[in-house]
């Protein structure tokens, strides 16, 4: 969404993480990611230090990311320092990832994205916009909105599910959320079933399964906490559980 984020940094720089940032176990910040950083009053120490940044990540569950931020010099006569950020970036990306550095007012961002990839959820990304930025700044950048939505055509690469592996596990749920003690009151669709949304038990994304026994009916409620709930592992490892003992 490289030009989106236009919408909503005061300003910001892209460069795509190159196979030397990975090799060398540094992030080679480029000059235009050194101003925006600089903008926020955010200077490189002079050779590696113990001192690091806790710099916030939108578009991903993780919230910060520690990482230092130096000058390093290099070996030759007249060769000028290269300004990096240490291993704690180097983890985080991968080749050919799109990492931005952006800015609103003094607190600097970083967003990565790779090519052709979907867009990060809205959602999230406005509520770590709430954890981190003065609510003036937003109410500022809420209002310049009008009228309805622009619209644009994306290739991306996405998981073919199999409908008979939902069909399957909503037939075992029996209209009941499969997450042990639920208390969600069920809303009924328009065929009189309840609603329900089969979730992944390890998801795709993370190399599970698309089989009846890594998937799960589960209530809305419950489906966005195996998401994003600070328990999220806990409950996954107690829904897992449940499933193995439902084995058909």
Not at 151 to 162: A, G, H, L, S, Y
Not at 197 to 218: C, Q, R, S, Y
Request: charged share 30%; aromatic share 6%; glycine share 6%.
């Amino acid at each position: 969404m490289s030009d989106d984020w236009l919408k909503i940094f005061d300003d910001f720089a892209t460069k795509v993480v190159s196979k030397t940032d990975k090799v060398k176990g540094a992030y080679v910040v480029d000059k235009p990611q050194q101003a925006i950083l600089l903008a926020a009053g955010i200077s490189p120490t002079e050779g590696p230090s113990e001192r690091t940044l806790e710099i916030s990540i939108l578009g991903t569950e993780n919230g910060q990311l520690s990482v230092s931020y130096y000058n390093s010099l290099r070996e030759g006569a007249g060769r000028a320092p290269e300004t990096r950020m240490g291993k704690g970036i180097v983890a985080w990306v991968e080749i050919g990832d799109l990492l931005t550095i952006g800015r609103i007012g003094n607190k600097a961002f970083f967003a990565k994205e790779k090519r052709n990839a979907a867009e990060p959820m809205p959602q999230e990304i406005g509520r770590q916009l709430v954890r981190s930025v003065d609510p003036a700044k937003i109410f500022a950048k809420a209002k310049l909105r009008t009228g309805p939505p622009p619209k644009r055509t994306r290739q991306i690469n996405d998981f073919v599910r199999d409908p008979y592996i939902v069909a399957a596990a909503l037939t075992r749920a029996q209209d009941r959320c499969e997450m042990s003690n639920c208390k969600s009151l069920l809303f009924q669709r328009d065929d009189d079933r309840s609603y329900l949304e089969v979730h992944h038990i390890v998801p795709l994304a993370e190399g599970g399964d698309d089989t009846l026994i890594n998937a799960a009916a589960l209530c809305p409620s419950c489906h966005r906490e195996l998401h994003f709930g600070k328990l999220r592992l806990q409950k996954r490892a107690q829904l897992k559980s449940v499933i193995d003992k439902k084995r058909i």
